[in-house]
């Protein structure tokens, strides 16, 4: 299987998890067996602080997420060297550099890509471009609600759901620099028409993604 694994800077980078970090490079190490695999890591709390800095220096949006994704590649360096070998030698630019790295037989590991949108957006422009089976989502909630469960408490938890039914449980259509919900409005635009599967579980036990690969039921599908 061709695996897109995006890691919310929510779990891994805020605050900084190194417990995380070091479990979920044995994740990847169990996956490569016998999957090809794009990692996709977020800017977390760091992100969001340099955001917030570059706003009040009143520079513009595109700065600002330009600052974010420098972040974003920083902690998708640290992770690809923690990978070490199985890993590429550096991290992926662009869609050529995933692709020549899939060739090697290596993991891909990347941040952030351009201005404009979030690393889901990512996780889903590479998934289309490689023409992965599944992407898994590590994230700080245990997959979609039908409200914010943070807010509300009788928000249920749905375990499958579709592209088209996903965007009424969400509050933000538009990008704002920092911006976070379950799953980004342009990322669900990209995979609306299938046919690849995005499965959203609580990044905070590394094991839920082995389980979700394994074609278990967990967190929530969206297809
Ligand atoms: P994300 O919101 O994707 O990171 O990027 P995250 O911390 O993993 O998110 P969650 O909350 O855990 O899901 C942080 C910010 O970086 C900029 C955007 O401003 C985004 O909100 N960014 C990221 C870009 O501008 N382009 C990218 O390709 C990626």
Redesign the pocket.
Known sequence: MRIVL?????????PINIDLISKYAKVVQTLKQKNELVV??????L??EF?DIAKKLCLE??D??????S??RVFAQLFLKKIGSIGDIEIALTFEDVNNCLKKGKIAVM????????????AALVAKYIQANIII?G??QDGVYTKDPKKHKDAIKLDTLSYADLPSVLQENK????????V?SEAIRILKNGPIRLIIVN?FNPNNILVAAQGEKIGTEIS
Not at 40 to 45: F, I
Not at 64 to 69: G, L, N, S, V
Not at 175 to 181: F, L, P, R, T, V
Request: hydrophobic share 35%.
């Open positions: 995006r890691l919310g800077g929510s779990v891994l980078a805020s996709v890591v977020g800017g977390g709390n992100a969001r955001i949006e595109k600002q997420d330009e600052i974010a994704i972040i974003s941040g952030g890509l351009r201005p404009g949108i979030t690393t889901d957006t990512v989502k994230t700080n990008h704002k620099a920092g911006i976070h919900q379950i980004d990044g």
